[in-house]
């Protein structure tokens, strides 16, 4: 009993300013206009306090959330007909069977879905560069993970580069914005072949050659990767037309594309992984031996 006698003498400040406050906060909630008031400013910084742990727990899990938007962005992506092997129903047999010619408008060409052409993977961007002649970008992810050369980078806005070189767990990225780097495009609008190259100087735009002229261009068309290169499938967005016009003696259009990639800002980026890919540069390699 003397123990407790002494604890409440000695802190007993601390209970009185406590009996004080109860009694102030019980005056002022029986009366009905300072009652209101104080109802309100409650509110208020409780809303304030709870809007910003909400920020504040948002932010924290916007990696979290980004990382599973790029998932469901890839899922997404494999499930187009562009990911798939494209073929057609003739055959050698059928011609014979036929005694016929078949002509190519004839052919009826279809996606085979049990066959998967291209295989997507996430990575995050650990090092970039968009202000030099060679710009290239650093991912996390290499040979383990079953990243190889000449493998396609795409971002959720378009194109980004081609996988240079690969460590155990990195791999370097060829920028499009890097003056060696030439990409197989297409206008959307026509399917005319053509590259994108860029020279060095705009970050944000590129040069679309090849184009003749008495193809039908406008601006704002869309230009997309021609998938002839077997490292991005077709319609990959690349861009659009920003100007075009016809050099003196040329017979060919010089086309300022808008890349639709913000390549500064970019984070994550997806892998493409054509399964394909060496059974069909094996046979471009044989033309070279070709008589």
Request: net charge negative; glycine share 6%.
């Amino acid at each position: 009993m003397r123990n407790l006698l002494n604890f409440l003498w000695k802190n007993y400040a601390i209970f009185l300013f406590l009996i004080l406050e109860t009694i102030a906060f019980s005056m002022v909630m029986s009366s009905g206009h300072q009652g209101a008031v104080f109802s309100y400013a409650s509110n208020q910084w409780g809303g304030k306090a709870f809007s910003s742990y909400q920020s504040i727990h948002q932010y924290f899990k916007l990696s979290e959330t980004n990382e599973q938007l790029v998932s469901e962005n890839i899922y997404l992506r494999s499930q187009l007909k562009q990911s798939y092997l494209k073929r057609d129903h003739n055959s050698f047999d059928d011609i014979v069977i036929k005694s016929e010619t078949i002509k190519p408008d004839s052919i009826v060409f279809y996606y085979d879905t049990t066959s998967l052409t291209f295989e997507y993977i996430n990575a995050t961007v650990i090092s970039n560069s968009v202000n030099k002649q060679q710009n290239y970008l650093m991912l996390n992810k290499g040979y383990q993970q079953g990243i190889r050369e000449n493998m396609g980078v795409i971002s959720s806005q378009g194109g980004v580069g081609i996988v240079y070189a690969v460590s155990d767990d990195f791999c370097t990225i060829i920028s499009l914005l890097n003056t060696k780097t030439n990409i197989s495009a297409k206008l959307f609008s026509s399917n005319e072949l053509g590259s994108l190259k860029w020279d060095g100087r705009n970050p944000q735009i590129a040069h679309l050659t090849s184009i003749e002229t008495y193809i039908p261009i406008h601006t704002g068309d869309s230009v997309v990767s021609s998938g002839f290169s077997h490292i991005f499938p077709e319609g990959v967005l690349l861009g659009t037309i920003k100007d075009f016009y016809i050099e003196a003696s040329e017979n060919t259009y010089t086309i300022e594309v808008l890349l639709s990639t913000k390549f500064s800002q970019l984070n994550q980026v997806t892998i493409i992984r054509n399964r394909f890919y060496e059974e069909q540069i094996e046979l471009e390699r044989r033309k070279a031996y070709v008589p």
